[in-house]
């Protein structure tokens, strides 16, 4: 089977959408990995129905699918990055977390999304971390159910130094409904299974699946073969256990350089494939 890439917004940031949409059209990718933010797509702009409805018909006429990602990072408070979350101690906070998620829901209703992607957050110092998680369970059942009455796909993402780091940790969670929203580098910074084994191991669990370079133990998302991962091995994991869904290329500090990293990863991705085949 061939494999069908995505490129992630939060990498374009010094691009219209429209034209990022542009770029990765051109490039030969097969879909978006949209990070809703105020310049991409704001979320709680007054006519985001009609801002989402416009897109979808762009989405269209590309014969793009698309990924909905919710890792802005001063979308909810421009003082404080990622907060507030499902861990932050004030519950209004808690609500606004849920609120902006269930907005990501319905955006991604309109655009026919894959999933929506999101994580825990990181509990601030003097917080107990089982209460965290009690508020974490909370915030995780509230918006998997809304997603299900939406007939949406919701992906949790394990993220190095979260409350929830790690495959395994999403797994104990228990929560009905919600898949896993796979970024295989951050297998290798907390070094507890291999990216491609984790595929494997929950290939029938996969929301979503996120790709790029990494070091191990080092959470700095890095074009392709700068890091340490075995790219290609991923690559043959997603196609054995038959992965039809965007994989999603995130490479969130590559903005001043989008107009190269956007071409670059997905001719890095080909090549890659090519030379798998011809060894």
């Not at 350089?257 to 990863?265: N, V």
């Amino acid at each position: 089977m061939s494999l069908r890439f995505a490129y992630n917004t939060n990498g374009c940031g010094s691009h219209r959408l429209d034209d990022a949409l542009d770029l990765m059209a051109a490039a030969g990718y097969a879909g978006v990995a949209l990070t809703l933010d105020h310049h991409h797509l704001d979320p709680f702009a007054e006519d985001w129905v009609v801002r989402a409805e416009r897109l979808a018909k762009r989405l269209r006429s590309l014969g793009f699918g698309s990924v909905i990602e919710t890792g802005a990072r001063f979308l909810l408070d421009p003082r404080a990055k990622h907060e507030p979350t499902f861990v932050t101690a004030d519950a209004d906070g808690r609500r606004r977390r849920l609120t902006f998620l269930k907005r990501a829901v319905d955006i991604a209703a309109i655009l026919g999304s894959e999933a929506v992607s999101f994580w825990a957050g990181v509990p601030k110092p003097g917080v107990d971390r089982d209460e965290a998680r009690r508020w974490l369970v909370d915030g995780l059942h509230a918006i998997a159910g809304y997603a299900a009455s939406q007939e949406v796909v919701a992906a949790f993402e394990p993220e190095p130094g979260m409350l929830i780091e790690t495959a395994a940790e999403w797994q104990a969670l228990g929560i009905p409904g919600l898949k896993l929203a796979l970024d295989t580098g951050h297998c290798l910074v907390t070094g507890d299974i291999d990216p491609a084994a984790a595929v494997r191991r929950h290939a029938a669990e996969l929301g979503t699946v996120s790709l790029e370079d990494m070091k191990r133990g080092v959470h700095v998302h890095l074009p392709f073969g700068t890091g340490d991962m075995d790219v290609a091995g991923i690559l043959d994991a997603l196609e054995e256990v038959g992965f039809g869904k965007l994989v999603c290329v995130e490479l969130s500090r590559e903005s001043p350089s989008a107009d190269r990293a956007i071409p670059g990863s997905i001719d890095w991705l080909n090549a890659c494939r090519i030379r798998r085949s011809a060894a």
